[in-house]
């Protein structure tokens, strides 16, 4: 898409450094340079006033990112492209049938109702759940990777959604300020969600879960 509009050598493209690598290597294969913009801390997506701050008269487009089941702004997103004439992209997440989207609800509303000592995801308007993400908050990765190896050991599937941030990584690494990234990818964890969950299943995951509090650092 990027080069099918002209974008290519000379040009900068932004994206997000939270998540996978593979928007950074298309704007690099369109010959493109890759500018890593800062994210919302509530929903994982760019934050369009860190956008702005780096626009540049070499910037042709921006690559918008959907994550967790949550919308970037993109009114906003694309009240910037129009202003700058900029390339406006999106990449969504895989669509899930309307009773799925209903049983996560479900099981995030449980969720948010009797979790303790982490900080649930604010849900928001269409918030469908793709994955239940939750802050551990504390002095940064040693408290979520302890948290999160405590939590397997009770019995209890979770993941670091984003474990390198893309500007870290060989190839894109990037001398830049982003500091909702460093945080979401240092505290971010994420737990089941599944509409296939039982409710013994969701208890399990809040009593592991609450039983873990004093590990963690008082942090709001």
Same mark, same amino acid.
């Given at each position: 898409m990027l080069r099918a509009a002209g974008v290519g050598a000379g040009d900068e493209v932004v994206v997000p450094a939270f998540g996978n690598v593979e928007v950074a290597d298309a704007v690099t294969q369109a010959g493109a340079t890759v500018v890593f913009a800062d994210i919302d801390p509530v929903t994982y997506c760019l934050d369009p006033q860190a956008v702005e701050a780096v626009i540049t008269p070499q910037t042709a487009a921006l690559v918008v990112v959907h994550r967790f089941g949550r919308t970037a702004d993109m009114v906003r997103l694309r009240g910037l492209g129009q202003r700058h004439e900029l390339l406006v992209l999106e990449q969504g997440e895989s669509e899930a049938p309307y009773d799925e989207i209903a049983q996560r609800r479900e099981r995030a509303a449980y969720l948010d109702g009797r979790l303790n000592g982490v900080r649930t995801p604010a849900g928001g308007d269409g918030h469908t759940y793709q994955q239940y993400v939750v802050r551990v908050p504390g002095n940064g990765r040693p408290d979520r990777d302890a948290f999160a190896r405590a939590v397997r050991a009770r019995g209890v599937e979770c993941r670091?959604?984003?474990k390198t941030p893309v500007h870290r990584l060989p190839g894109f690494r990037r001398d830049v300020q982003?500091?909702?990234?460093?945080? /979401? /990818?240092?505290?971010?964890?994420?737990?089941?969600?599944?509409?296939?969950?039982?409710?013994?299943?969701?208890?399990?995951?809040?009593? /592991?879960?609450n039983a873990l509090g004093g590990l963690l650092q008082p942090a709001f």
């Open positions: 670091v959604p984003v982003l500091p909702e990234t460093e945080r /979401a /990818a240092d505290e971010t964890l994420s737990l089941p969600v599944d509409g296939t969950l039982t409710k013994r299943e969701m208890q399990r995951i809040v009593s /592991a879960c």
